[in-house]
């Protein structure tokens, strides 16, 4: 997806690009646009799949610090981007 169009639907403003919700819809659309596409056309590339291992640990990382922080924003976002925790 593009990243504009992630920063307008999950973020305060257009130019809201630091609040949680925003840098997990980001790293969710990376995470899923690696697994998908990657993965299928290079299965043995595993310099990639430690950087996907990376950018999973740091949206685990934001999830926890939302959940800490406000957890009705931390049910929202799971839900909108249907990620299971």
Do not use: W
């Not at 430690?50 to 740091?58: V, Y």
């Not at 990382?61 to 939302?66: D, I, P, R, T, V």
């Amino acid at each position: 997806m593009d990243k504009q169009y992630i920063v307008s639907l999950f973020g305060k403003s257009s130019f809201d690009t630091g609040c949680p919700e925003v840098q997990i819809a980001i790293l969710t659309s990376k995470i899923d646009s690696l697994s998908k596409l990657h993965f299928n056309n290079h299965k043995k590339d595993k310099h990639s799949y430690r950087g996907l291992l990376n950018l999973i640990n740091k949206r685990k990382k934001l999830l926890n610090y939302l959940k800490s922080i406000h957890m009705a924003r931390y049910v929202q976002i799971t839900q909108k981007l249907k990620i299971r925790r």
